[in-house]
C-alpha cells in the first residue's frame, strides 16, 4: 500500500535557524514527490515536484531535495512568514494522477 | 501553474440538507480530482472527475453521498448530500496540469450544524 509519512509533527525554530523537514515514502512506482505549503483556512499551495533520486530544488529559503525512500525539505535562515504547515505527497505510475498525503508538519517560526 | 477558482469558500449548514461546490479551472489542466480535508488533518482523495462520465470514486466514499459533475474540462461540482455534523470538513478542489504538477482551489470550510 503506498504511504507518507511526515516528521517531525510539529517544529518550532527561532528565525534564522535553519532546520529540515522528513517526507518518507512507500509507492510501488514514483511518478512524483510534491511539497505544499498550507496556510490556515487555505488550500495548499504548490512548491515543488521532484520525480527522481538526487533530484533537487530550490525556492527562496526552501531547497527540496529526493532519495528513493524519502525526501527533505530544508529551510534555510527561516523567517516568521514561513510559519505554515507543510505537505508532502506522491504520486504513483500506476495512478490517475491522484496524490497520497502525509499528515505535515506543522512550522512555528519565532521573532 | 494553474489557476483554480471555487466557491463557496464557506458555509454553514442544517443536517439533512445538500451543498454543491463549484470549481472552475483554467484550460492547462488535464485532471480534477475532489479531497477532504478534516479538522487538524491532511488531505484524502474522493474522487476523479471525469469529464462527461461518472466518477471514480475512493474507497469509503459513494456516489449517493457525494456526487459529482464534470460536464466540461474546466468546470465541476461536488455536492454533499444528506449532510450531517460529521461532513463538516474543507472540500477542495484540484486540477492536475499535463506537467502532471497538481494545484489546488482555496477550499469551501463546511459547517454543520
Known amino acids: 500500500e503506498d504511504q507518507v509519512t511526515q516528521s517531525p509533527e510539529a517544529l518550532r525554530l527561532q528565525e534564522g535557524e535553519s532546520s529540515s523537514l522528513n517526507c518518507s515514502y512507500t509507492v510501488s512506482g514514483l511518478r512524483g514527490l510534491f511539497w505544499y505549503r498550507q496556510d490556515p483556512g487555505k488550500g495548499p499551495e504548490f512548491l515543488f515536484t521532484?520525480?527522481?533520486a538526487g533530484e533537487e530544488k530550490e525556492k527562496e529559503r526552501l531547497k527540496a531535495t529526493l532519495t528513493k525512500k524519502e525526501s527533505f525539505l530544508h529551510i534555510t535562515a527561516p523567517k516568521p512568514e514561513d510559519s505554515a504547515t507543510y505537505l508532502c505527497?506522491?504520486?504513483?505510475?500506476?495512478?490517475?494522477?491522484?496524490?497520497?498525503f502525509g499528515q505535515g508538519t506543522t512550522l512555528q517560526v519565532k521573532p | 501553474s494553474a489557476v483554480i477558482s471555487q466557491k463557496p469558500s464557506r458555509d454553514i449548514c442544517q443536517r439533512g440538507t445538500s451543498l454543491t461546490i463549484q470549481c472552475q479551472v483554467d484550460s492547462q489542466v488535464t485532471m480534477m480530482f475532489w479531497y477532504r480535508q478534516q479538522p487538524g488533518q491532511s488531505l484524502t482523495l474522493i474522487a476523479t472527475a471525469n469529464q462527461g462520465s461518472e466518477a471514480t470514486y475512493e474507497s469509503g466514499f459513494v456516489i449517493d453521498k457525494f456526487p459529482i459533475s464534470r460536464p466540461n474540462l474546466t468546470f465541476s461540482t461536488l455536492t454533499v448530500s444528506n449532510m450531517s455534523p460529521e461532513d463538516s470538513s474543507i472540500y477542495l478542489c484540484s486540477g492536475l496540469t499535463g506537467e502532471a504538477e497538481a494545484f489546488f482551489g482555496q477550499g469551501t470550510r463546511l459547517t454543520v450544524v
Open positions: 521532484l520525480y527522481s
Open positions: 505527497a506522491v504520486q504513483a505510475h500506476s495512478s490517475t494522477g491522484k496524490l497520497i
